[in-house]
């Protein structure tokens, strides 16, 4: 399981594919919040969502299995005992992460994708960690626990 910066700081600088399982169409939802920051950092966020067509402007998929491009980590918003399926579908497409968010912690989920070789992180928010691990959190005055003297990328000179 990837619990520690480095991992995480791996994980979200080499995957730019997102599929959100759960990804709310309401403004004001913490999935909506999380894919709207993580497009405008520059990621693809493909929804998954059977009850729209489209959300943030990006083509809705009923399942994992209709997605037509690779998919690099699977973030799930759901509860706990829906991720086992999600899980199965995720190594199915060939995903290289299940991502599982703030609250939800299936654990055996977690070893079934890592078993088939994906990186497993639970309990962690994708925004959350970018922000934190990327430059951001730390200027709202939140302390991140991250110290570096390197200037952050997309900081101008």
Known sequence: ?????PGLRRILKTS??????GLSGDWFRP?????????????????????HDSILGQKCYKSLREIPVKVDIVDCFRKTEDIMPIAEEAIAIGAKVLWQ????????????????GLDA??????????????GGLNWCG??????????????PY
């Open 1 to 5: 399981m990837i619990d520690d910066i």
């Open 16 to 21: 730019k594919v997102i599929a959100v399982v």
């Open 31 to 51: 999935s909506y919040f999380a894919a709207k920051y993580m497009l405008e950092h520059g990621y693809t966020v493909i929804p998954v969502n059977p009850g």
């Open 101 to 116: 968010q703030l609250g939800v912690k299936n654990a055996e989920a977690a070893r079934k994708a890592e078993a088939a």
């Open 121 to 134: 992180v639970m309990d962690r928010c994708v925004k959350i960690e970018h922000g934190r691990l990327f």
């Open 142 to 155: 939140v302390n991140t626990k991250v110290i570096s003297a390197k200037r952050p990328q997309w900081l």
